[in-house]
Each structure stands twice: as structure tokens, then as C-alpha cells.
């Protein structure tokens, strides 16, 4: 069973960003594995609250223009 798990910050995305997401994601994986990987391709998409990742030593918190808006 092919497993994706993408990690994004809260609110950084839309529903529908979330769901084109998941269907090109198992549709890449497909086009590599045949249309039999399709009803066995989880997606997960795991939204990490602000303050809960970092980078080069900073605790990153999403700016408002880049929050979803719905």
C-alpha cells in the first residue's frame, strides 16, 4: 500500500487544496505503480500548529497572508 504523509503548517491550506492534493499525489503514484496501487494509495495531510516546527534555529509561525481562507 503506498503511504504519503505531507506535513503543512495550520491553516496553510484550503479544503480544496487539500483534496486536489491527495487526488494528483495518488494519481503520480499510479502513473508509477499501475491503476491496481489506486484503491490502496493513502494520503495523509497532517497540519502542524504554529510554533510546532522550526528551521536554521528560528520556531516558525505561518504569516496571515499566507493562511487559507477557507
Not at 495550520?10 to 491527495?22: D, F, N, R, Y
Not at 490502496?40 to 509561525?61: C, K, Q, S, W
Request: proline letters at 7%.
Amino acid at each position: 500500500m503506498p503511504f504519503v504523509n505531507i506535513k503543512v503548517p495550520q491553516a496553510a491550506l484550503s479544503t480544496a487544496q487539500k483534496a486536489e492534493i491527495i487526488h494528483r499525489m495518488t494519481d503520480l503514484l499510479v502513473e508509477y505503480l499501475s491503476e491496481a496501487a489506486r484503491p490502496h494509495t493513502m494520503v495523509l495531510i497532517e497540519e502542524v500548529p504554529d510554533g510546532g516546527y522550526g528551521r536554521a534555529d528560528e520556531v516558525f509561525v505561518i504569516p496571515e497572508a499566507y493562511r487559507a481562507t477557507s
